[in-house]
């Protein structure tokens, strides 16, 4: 009489999806990285002892030294609070605008995948017309008709950015729609708010969550280029993209106020595609089995 096996309980999902992440080295990377940005901006500016705003024209622009890191602007104004500082901003623009391209594009999704037929026809097409526009000139657009403000720039970013995560969430409701536990969800008398709360939600979250981690990425290169534009945040505030765009102006003979700025920006947009790709290989254990065995 052979003795009974016992094999391992498996996993939950999400303690299972971070069994899987931590174990990619690019992906941890990614994090370390983008957390300890994250503390430096947050912590950086009280800690250091110039402000954003100090000008100092006797100084102009010095190349780096021990007094001042990464040197200073034109105006003398110390560059490595200017870009801590201005990680701030472009780091919230890039989490707040793509919090509201997340909750747009969730809900028109699931409303147009659930509810199929004729709706989800029409809300389709209304997707691909704003498709066929231009994302940077709608924004521009929608900054000069209705101001230029901190607020609307966050919303005006998010607006535009939300018609890729639709059509991933239209299309992972339709596989679901016609599942077994839906229709009995319906028999119930459930109501649809309650069935994709509940039902829908949970199991589309895994392409959500991969798609919402490259979308921050995309924003913050679209807020930089509106800076660059001179159409993101207004002086003296600045954020990465107004800093690289400072330093494109008096590249050859200050090229410090262009190559500081553009690594911080390249690094932090690496490590947001590192943790993107490192959440797509984490949900899909298929994918990480693939791998695995090569």
């Not at 159409?231 to 990465?240: E, N, T, Y």
Request: aromatic content about 10%; proline content about 6%.
């Amino acid at each position: 009489m052979t003795a009974p096996t016992h094999t391992a309980p498996p996993r939950a999902f999400w303690p299972a999806v971070w069994h899987r992440l931590k174990h990619n080295r690019f992906a941890m990377a990614g994090i370390i990285v983008l957390v300890t940005t994250a503390i430096c901006c947050i912590v950086g500016p009280w800690l250091s002892p110039y402000t954003y705003a100090q000008i100092n024209l006797d100084l102009g622009p010095a190349p780096p030294s021990r007094a001042n890191w990464f040197g200073t602007d034109v105006l003398g104004r110390d560059l490595l609070t200017r870009m801590l500082y201005g990680g701030r901003i472009s780091l919230l623009v890039g989490l707040c605008a793509t919090a509201v391209s997340l909750l747009v594009g969730f809900t028109y999704g699931a409303i147009s995948g659930y509810t199929g037929g004729r709706v989800d026809t029409i809300m389709m097409r209304a997707v691909d017309t704003l498709y066929a526009l231009p994302f940077s000139m709608l924004v521009i657009v929608l900054l000069v008709v209705f101001g230029n403000n901190f607020v609307l720039l966050f919303v005006a970013i998010g607006l535009v950015e939300w018609l890729t995560m639709a059509r991933i969430v239209r299309g992972q409701v339709l596989s679901l729609r016609e599942q077994a536990f839906i229709k009995a969800g319906r028999v119930l008398g459930y109501t649809t708010t309650r069935i994709i709360a509940r039902h829908v939600l949970p199991n589309v979250m895994g392409p959500v969550v991969v798609y919402t981690t490259l979308t921050v990425p995309q924003v913050i290169l679209l807020e930089s280029f509106l800076s660059f534009l001179g159409l993101g945040v207004q002086k003296p505030m600045s954020s990465w993209g107004g800093l690289i765009h400072d330093g494109a102006v008096s590249m050859e003979s200050f090229p410090w106020l262009l190559i500081a700025p553009g690594l911080l920006l390249s690094i932090t947009l690496f490590a947001l595609n590192f943790v993107g790709d490192g959440l797509r290989d984490a949900l899909d254990p298929r994918f990480v089995a693939k791998r695995t065995s090569r």
